[in-house]
Nanobody, 124 residues
């Protein structure tokens, strides 16, 4: 099994920045692509960003392009999400996810492992 633990969430004013991190442990050799998803109160979980197994391929939802950057360190078994120019509509619980597939994916059901989530709140 793989365990994912997120950190770095918090409260920030609109226009501010936060950096989320996710540490993987356990059978990390089975991890391929990784991603970040978010779920706002009363809404469905949605794709935010994904990165393929070697870090050379990334994809983002349109509303975060140019503001968020996903990266990974396969030596430390971590994936990060740098979030700049935050907006109140970015407020959500952010989840780290990992899949056994190599290519990046925006599809929630393609992910095999999930973290417990970290709250990000952006005040206006």
């Amino acid at each position: 099994q793989v365990r994912l633990v997120e950190s770095g969430g918090g409260l920030v004013q609109a226009g501010g920045s936060l950096r989320l991190s996710c540490a993987a442990s356990g059978r990390t050799f089975s991890i391929g692509a990784m991603g970040w998803f978010r779920q706002a109160l009363g809404k469905e979980r949605e794709f935010v960003a994904t990165i393929n197994w070697d870090g050379r391929g990334t994809d983002y939802r349109d509303s975060v392009k140019g503001r968020f950057t996903i990266s990974r360190d396969n030596v430390k078994n971590t994936v990060s999400l740098q979030m700049n120019s935050l907006k109140p509509e970015d407020t959500a619980v952010y989840y780290c996810a990992a899949t056994r597939g190599f290519g990046q994916s925006a599809i929630l059901s393609s992910y095999d492992y999930w973290g417990q989530g970290t709250q990000v709140t952006v005040s206006s």
